[in-house]
Every structure is written in structure tokens, then in C-alpha cells.
Nanobody, 118 residues
Framework: VQLQASGGGSVQPGGSLRLSCKAS????????LGWYRRAPGNERELVAV???????TYGDSVKGRFTISRDNAENTVHLQMNSLKPEDAAVYYC?????????????WGRGTQVTVSS
């Protein structure tokens, strides 16, 4: 599985950004697809993931502000980020988890920088 992320950039507090991640390769083995982030000095944390069945999970710090959606026809997941705060600034990583023959594998895309500052 290959993951190609796009979006990100710099925005003022309160602004919005949209990230997208397109999966290719063995896409039919993907169970979950989503985003994690890592800010300098912090551990990587969950932002939002969605399962092949449509279930979504959000990190506590982004609930109510971020929305993840999945376009199955395009094998793409989008992350709409609204009401951005300075603490949302981080490198965001697209993530996919697959299961093939009862073996689970985790894939990461290249990080995309999100900067929130005035």
C-alpha cells in the first residue's frame, strides 16, 4: 500500500485546512485509513481514522472541529480541519492498516506540515 498525502500549509488560528490522502496498491486489504500527527517534543497521537465499514474515531483534542471522510471510489480519505488552534500545529501523517492472511501491517505516508500561527 502506498499513501500519497496532500494539503497542509499555514493558517491563522481559527482558520481551516483540508488534508487528503490517496491510497494505492493493495487497497482491498485496508481496514482503517486515517491521520496521526506529531508535534515537536510530543509523541505521535491519533487525529482521526475511519474503517472500511465507515466507523470513525477521533482524538479527544480534535473532536467537534475535525471531520474525516472517505471516498471509496477514489481510495482517498479527507481530513477537514476547522477552528484550528496553535496546538494543532504538527506534522500530519496518513496511516493505513491492512490485514492479509491474518497478518496486520501498518503503512505511513510522508508527513505534511500544518502550521497554525498569527
Amino acid at each position: 500500500v502506498q499513501l500519497q498525502a496532500s494539503g497542509g500549509g499555514s493558517v491563522q488560528p481559527g482558520g481551516s485546512l483540508r488534508l487528503s490522502c490517496k491510497a494505492s496498491g493493495n487497497i482491498f486489504s485496508i481496514n482503517t485509513l486515517g491521520w496521526y500527527r506529531r508535534a515537536p517534543g510530543n509523541e505521535r497521537e491519533l487525529v482521526a481514522v475511519t474503517t472500511s465499514g465507515g466507523r470513525t474515531t477521533y482524538g479527544d483534542s480534535v473532536k467537534g472541529r475535525f471531520t474525516i471522510s472517505r471516498d471509496n471510489a477514489e481510495n482517498t480519505v479527507h481530513l477537514q480541519m476547522n477552528s484550528l488552534k496553535p496546538e494543532d500545529a504538527a506534522v500530519y501523517y496518513c496511516n493505513a492498516v491492512t490485514t492479509v492472511r491474518q497478518m496486520t501491517q501498518v503503512y505511513w505516508g510522508r508527513g505534511t506540515q500544518v502550521t497554525v500561527s498569527s
